[in-house]
């Protein structure tokens, strides 16, 4: 009995002046949201945001657990509720649970635990911990961080000297977390980075704009693609042309050729008509003259002698006269001779062809020319067309990524405004509880635990006292232990039996 009330009087004693501890309870609800579904700006760089699906939403939870466990978070929560209050109020809260005496005593063990804990650390080297440090690890050693299974929740629960102590130190990890969460989602410097390089994009592609309009000025091409099918169309409307004049050159020296060979082998005049019977004029003109000549003989022979000169020479005459009219035919045939037509035909077509010869020669001479002047002309909006191209495609790159940078800046606007306003994936399931009872010690547990525990020590001190008996009450016990045999046995009576034995016997 003595056992049992005093293991159960230390259980109460214990449920009494033990310091208590306090509870409260916070949830976070990580939902699927931009920070898991895509990736920053600076990584995308695109028109369309790069997805990316987590490796397991398992491992996202387990990631903001970890986080909320790290020392990072503990720090800035210690930060922001301040390290006296971390440690003043949880004396405070110590103090203010416990009645005089006792809370001393308590608090007096407490300090002398620390300054053991502080001779621990100066013997193995460790240097002295400040304010700060112990504030960090009694704040890390006071919450726990779990993920509810099968669930999308996290549970930050946190057991301290007091129920606001315990609440304020929930509300701030949430808090903490929630900014960690957002700084950690987001790239430092991102909108003084895409700000950057989108003016920087901006200045290359209006400087890019500028040289194209100046060398389409001085080049006078604006529509490459139809200023080129115009030049080929006149490349090849010349190149026709020049054929087409070439091969008329090589068909007229052909027929010039042909023609002044057939030339020189036709008579330049043809016999046009024959007429006979005719006349002769000059028969009769001799006969007249010779008519004549007789006439004036006889006038000489009437005035002169033979021997006369003016009669020898008449005479002479018209012997001569004679002999002429004699050779003379009576007739004569009239032959009309004229130009050959086909003599003349070909002329003039040999004329005509030259002639025709000659506009073709100056004809693809003056094409010639102009298809070098075309082809020179080709040549030069080729290398304006090139360079024409190739600041086009500088202004299409500068252009994609001024695009992607303002993109990018408009995106990271879009996270410093969510920063700024504290819009994430994650939300407060459940706000920081308050629990105004205590959750250790608990009383009655704790008498219910001592009276198990005292009844249990009770049995075994009296199970231990029967053990540690070393008297003989059965004869048994005498052979057993001391290997004799027992000879008698004498009964023992109390003196209450002895007296009502005597009583009866008289």
Same mark, same amino acid.
């Given at each position: 009995m003595a056992t049992f009330l005093l293991v159960t009087v230390l259980a109460a004693g214990a449920a009494i002046f033990l310091p208590k501890n306090y509870h409260s309870n916070g949830m976070l609800l990580v939902r699927l949201g931009r920070e898991n579904a895509t990736l920053d700006p600076t990584a995308t760089m695109g028109q369309e945001p790069?997805?990316?699906?987590?490796?397991?939403?398992?491992?996202?939870?387990?990631?903001?657990?970890?986080?909320?466990?790290?020392?990072?978070?503990?720090?800035?929560?210690?930060?922001?509720?301040?390290?006296?209050?971390?440690?003043? =109020? +949880? #004396?405070?809260?110590?103090?203010? !649970?416990?009645?005089? *005496?006792?809370?001393? @005593?308590? &608090?007096?063990? =407490? +300090? #002398?635990?620390?300054?053991?804990? !502080?001779?621990?650390? *100066?013997?193995?080297? @460790?240097? &002295?911990?400040s304010d700060r440090d112990r504030a960090v690890a009694t704040l890390a050693a006071a919450y726990n961080v779990s993920s509810a299974r099968k669930s999308d929740l996290i549970q930050i629960d946190c057991k301290g000297p007091s129920p606001q102590w315990t609440q304020e130190v929930v509300a701030a990890l949430m808090d903490v977390y929630q900014s960690e969460h957002m700084r950690l989602n987001r790239p430092d410097r991102s909108v003084e980075f895409f700000t950057e390089q989108t003016q920087r994009a901006g200045r290359e592609l209006a400087a890019k704009q500028e040289a194209l309009r100046d060398l389409k000025t001085a080049s006078g091409i604006f529509s490459p693609a139809d200023q080129r099918q115009t030049f080929a169309a006149r490349l090849s409307r010349l190149e026709e042309d020049l054929l087409q004049a070439r091969a008329a050159a090589k068909v007229s020296e052909t027929r010039v050729a042909a023609l002044g060979s057939q030339l020189r082998s036709l008579p330049a005049?043809?016999?046009?008509?024959?007429?006979?019977?005719?006349?002769?004029?000059?028969?009769?003109?001799?006969?007249?003259?010779?008519?004549?000549?007789?006439?004036?003989?006889?006038?000489?022979?009437?005035?002169?002698?033979?021997?006369?000169?003016?009669?020898?020479?008449?005479?002479?005459?018209?012997?001569?006269?004679?002999?002429?009219?004699?050779?003379?035919?009576?007739t004569r045939t009239h032959v009309a001779k004229g130009p050959s037509r086909v003599y003349v035909e070909t002329q003039a077509a040999l004329l005509q062809e030259q002639t025709l010869l000659a506009a073709c020669q100056a004809k693809e001479a003056i094409l010639d020319k102009q298809l070098a002047a075309a082809r020179g002309q080709m040549k030069d909006f080729n290398q304006h067309e090139l360079s024409i191209a190739g600041l086009d495609r500088d202004i299409d790159v500068c252009q994609a990524t001024y695009r992607k940078y303002a993109a990018g800046l408009e995106q990271a606007?879009?996270?410093?405004?969510?920063?700024?306003?504290?819009?994430?994936?994650?939300?407060?399931?459940?706000?920081?509880?308050?629990?105004?009872?205590?959750?250790?010690?608990?009383?009655?547990?704790?008498?219910?635990?001592?009276?198990?525990?005292?009844?249990?020590?009770?049995?075994?001190?009296?199970?231990?006292?029967?053990?540690?008996?070393?008297?003989?009450r059965e004869p048994e016990d005498v052979e057993r232990r001391l290997g004799i045999p027992v000879l008698g046995t004498i009964p023992h009576f109390a003196a209450e039996h002895s007296a009502a034995a005597s009583k009866t016997r008289i």
């Open positions: 790069v997805v990316t699906v987590p490796v397991s939403r398992d491992g996202e939870l387990n990631s903001v657990v970890e986080i909320l466990k790290s020392q990072a978070v503990a720090e800035k929560a210690v930060d922001r509720l301040g390290s006296d209050f971390v440690l003043q =109020r +949880q #004396a405070a809260g110590d103090a203010a !649970d416990r009645p005089g *005496r006792a809370a001393r @005593a308590v &608090e007096q063990l =407490r +300090q #002398a635990w620390a300054r053991c804990k !502080d001779w621990v650390h *100066r013997l193995e080297g @460790a240097a &002295e911990l005049e043809q016999v046009e008509s024959v007429t006979t019977g005719i006349g002769n004029t000059g028969t009769e003109q001799v006969r007249s003259q010779l008519y004549q000549l007789q006439v004036r003989k006889e006038e000489a022979a009437a005035k002169y002698t033979d021997a006369h000169p003016a009669k020898q020479a008449i005479d002479e005459q018209l012997q001569a006269s004679r002999a002429a009219a004699e050779s003379q035919e009576p606007r879009i996270d410093h405004a969510r920063e700024v306003q504290r819009i994430s994936n994650i939300a407060v399931a459940q706000p920081a509880t308050y629990e105004p009872a205590a959750v250790f010690p608990k009383k009655g547990m704790f008498l219910g635990f001592g009276a198990i525990c005292g009844l249990a020590a009770a049995v075994g001190v009296a199970c231990w006292a029967e053990r540690r008996n070393r008297s003989f």
